[in-house]
């Protein structure tokens, strides 16, 4: 079954305005990874969260885990044009980088 | 940092011929890589599992005779889809492990 199944959304918001996706999943994991992917581009890996982690920055994203409730969110602060993106999040089970990736949010920064 | 190169970036064929789409990590070795096919608008789907010296593991759904998988050594994994035909157009994208190195991917058209 497909792990990492965020609610697929398009989501259009202001230029410095705050951003937040969701990912939910299934079974246990080792981590759990957000990507960025631009239109018809390759991926852009943005943070690595481990199963024993529960909040992790990276410059302007943050992300959190709950394994308990087996789901992850990412926020983006002071959004930018730039950001505009598909953003996937994606498990992985054993540590061994066998990915299974989630519906993706599409988000539109408006300058 | 690990670079993965994806090649070619893009490729239109002719329906029935093969295409090689190649990915090579540039500075580690990769025993292990990881082929994924993403239709428009839609998420990444892994298709195998590629294994350096041995066959690759495919994924349910995924024929192992259209989609040749070769890992002859620790820096190259070759996929080639062989008679292509329209439905094959897809972006197809690998990653190398230890780390989740991505290509820049592959956009297959099929005329």
């Known amino acids: 079954s497909q792990q990492g199944e965020e609610d697929p959304q398009a989501l259009s918001i202001q230029e410095g305005e705050n951003a937040t996706m969701n990912c939910s999943y299934k079974t246990s994991i080792n981590n759990l990874q957000w990507y960025r992917q631009n239109s018809g581009r390759g991926l852009v890996h943005l943070i690595l969260i481990r199963s024993n982690e529960r909040e992790k920055h990276s410059g302007r994203l943050r992300v959190t885990l709950d394994t308990s409730k087996k789901s992850s969110s990412l926020l983006i602060t002071a959004s930018r044009a730039a950001d505009t993106a598909s953003y996937f999040c994606?498990?992985?089970?054993?540590?061994?980088?066998?990915?299974?990736f989630g519906k993706g949010n599409q988000v539109v920064v408006i300058p | 940092g690990a670079v993965v190169s994806q090649h070619p970036s893009r490729v239109i064929c002719k329906s029935g011929t093969s295409v090689k789409i190649e990915c090579r990590s540039l500075d580690f070795q990769a025993t292990t890589m990881f082929w994924y096919r993403q239709f428009p608008k839609q998420s990444l789907m892994l298709m195998a599992t590629s294994n350096e010296g041995s066959k690759a593991t495919y994924e349910q759904g995924v024929e192992k005779d259209k989609f040749l998988i070769n890992h002859a050594s620790l820096t190259l994994s070759t996929l080639t889809v062989t008679s292509a035909h329209p439905e094959d157009s897809s972006f197809y994208i690998c990653s190398a492990s230890p780390e989740a190195f991505f290509g820049q991917g592959t956009r297959l058209t099929v005329v």
């Open positions: 994606a498990t992985d089970h054993y540590g061994n980088n066998r990915l299974a």
